[in-house]
């Protein structure tokens, strides 16, 4: 009478994730532009992280006028531009089922908003794409990963521009017609909903604290949705049976005590930081509740009558989002302990561990966060980030035995299965990451997720020789059997 769910399904797309401004390098090459990754400064743990973020006029002139990348390690990468082969290679060797990837605007498009590509960018992906395919592994693009066309910003003032959509669906569309042949899978924006934690990253705006700056984030993330939409609607018309979706950052938040402020204001920061992106990529609605956040904030968003037709009419097929860790709401703030999160500060669970970095790792809330979702939209989800940063060692034999990362990643795995039992429908799972990559949040290497070590340090030293860690072979295994290895007594 009632269907019944095993676990896994056959079709599973289980694999691993990486973005090109953490991994490709090659800043100057192929007639790459730059990005606002390329000004992303390396690692000093005696800048906080509210510095790191901040932004000015003068910052971005002093990136664009700085040749070289001891400063700017994203420049850098881990050298995937030339080590692709042997990268994707490995994860073949893994059994992935699926590479998520991103495109770099501007090697495609150096200052984001040319004419006419950049051969030697197309020629490029059209190298990275045919190896994935090749090994059998399915791309999961995401078209626009924190890597804005410098450009864009400096010249144009970042998305808070209407232009910049004109510009992205040229570049989408080139894609689409490049690519749509060879990939199934792709993401608008990646963590859509970093714009509140990020805006530069997400947005290309900066001068945090300026007098306009919350209006122009808001503006700018509309013009994303209508992006977004643009390309829901142009892929569709190009290739049916292609899907898109959108991606946020997945705050789940649970209240602090049973104080019913508590439980309140946990709801107000779900809908805020995050159902109101993916109420609008889905839905296609504004919601309700915006219209009080945006009134009480005095912001105004300056749109075209046809934008809520396109959002309405082009929506996203599925749900995407990372996962690393839950946080708590609280209307006691100040009488709780603080931790470091993805993007942003949160206040710390009791009840949880936290890694080295302070994350705090909650398997149980990947279950809760995959069935409160699926309940809300309906739609498939694909989980595309999950991981833990960890400062991986090589013992004496040159080996690396990250038992904390096949703990980690083991219990968030057992955690999908029990969704899908309960009934969800999950399409696929990255981790984050294929192998070790520039951290996105502080530019450092010793922050490693990956399943391959890659030999560099913190000052752009090393071999760049890949290393499988043991982790490698324990998800080999987990692939290979569709997750039954997971139940298996050691």
Not at 49 to 63: F, L, P, T
Not at 118 to 126: I, P, R, T, V, W
Not at 351 to 360: A, F, I, K, P
Request: glycine residues 8%.
């Amino acid at each position: 009478m009632f269907e019944r769910f095993a676990g896994f399904p056959d079709r599973f797309l289980w694999g691993g994730a990486i973005s090109a401004p953490q991994a490709e390098g090659a800043y100057q090459e192929g007639g790459k532009g730059l990005t606002v990754a390329d000004m992303a400064l390396r690692y000093d743990k005696s800048v906080s992280r509210k510095e790191r973020k901040y932004v000015d006029r003068q910052r971005i002139e002093d990136a664009i006028n700085y040749e070289g990348t001891d400063k700017y390690p994203k420049r850098s990468g881990v050298d995937f531009y030339h080590r692709y082969k042997e990268d994707i290679k490995l994860c073949a060797e893994m059994g992935f089922k699926v590479f998520r990837m991103s495109i770099s605007w501007s090697r495609i498009f150096p200052k984001g908003n040319e004419q006419h590509p950049n051969q030697a960018g197309l020629d490029f992906y059209d190298q990275v794409i045919g190896k994935i395919v090749d090994y059998g592994m399915e791309p999961l693009i995401t078209i626009s990963h924190f890597d804005l066309p410098l450009h864009l910003v400096a010249e144009h003032g970042g998305w808070k521009n209407r232009e910049l959509i004109d510009f992205y669906v040229r570049y989408a569309t080139l894609l689409f017609d490049r690519y749509g042949d060879k990939v199934k899978y792709w993401i608008a924006f990646n963590e859509i909903n970093g714009a509140r934690f990020t805006p530069f990253n997400s947005l290309g705006i900066y001068a945090e604290g300026s007098e306009h700056f919350v209006q122009d984030c808001y503006q700018a993330v509309h013009h994303q949705f209508v992006a977004s939409a643009l390309a829901a609607k142009i892929l569709h018309k190009k290739y049916p049976e292609a899907k898109i979706g959108c991606m946020i950052a997945k705050f789940t938040t649970y209240p602090a005590t049973c104080n019913p402020e508590d439980a309140m204001l946990s709801v107000i920061d779900e809908q805020i930081d995050n159902y109101f992106f993916t109420d609008v990529l889905l839905r296609g609605t504004y919601p309700r509740y915006i219209h009080r956040y945006f009134n009480e904030h005095d912001i105004s968003i300056q749109a075209q009558d046809e934008d809520f037709e396109l959002l309405k009419e082009h929506t996203a097929d599925f749900l995407a989002f990372s996962y690393y860790m839950s946080s708590i709401s609280s209307s006691k703030k100040e009488d709780l302990e603080k931790t470091d999160g993805n993007l942003r500060e949160q206040l710390k669970n009791p009840y949880l561990e936290t890694s080295e970095w302070g994350w705090q790792i909650d398997p149980i809330g990947l279950r809760y966060t995959l069935n409160t979702l699926y309940d809300r939209y309906q739609a498939p989800l694909f989980i595309v980030e999950n991981g833990i940063g960890a400062n991986d060692t090589l013992d004496e034999h040159g080996e690396i035995h990250d038992d904390y990362r096949i703990s980690y990643l083991s219990k968030h795995i057992e955690q999908i299965r029990e969704s899908i039992i309960d009934g969800v429908e999950v399409i696929g799972y990255t981790a984050w990451s294929s192998f070790d990559i520039v951290s996105s949040g502080t530019s450092e290497m010793s922050k490693r997720y990956g399943f391959i070590y890659v030999d560099l340090d913190n000052h752009g030293e090393g071999t760049l020789n890949r290393i499988k860690k043991d982790s490698f072979h324990w998800y080999q295994k987990v692939i290979e059997t569709n997750g039954a290895s997971l139940s298996e007594k050691e």
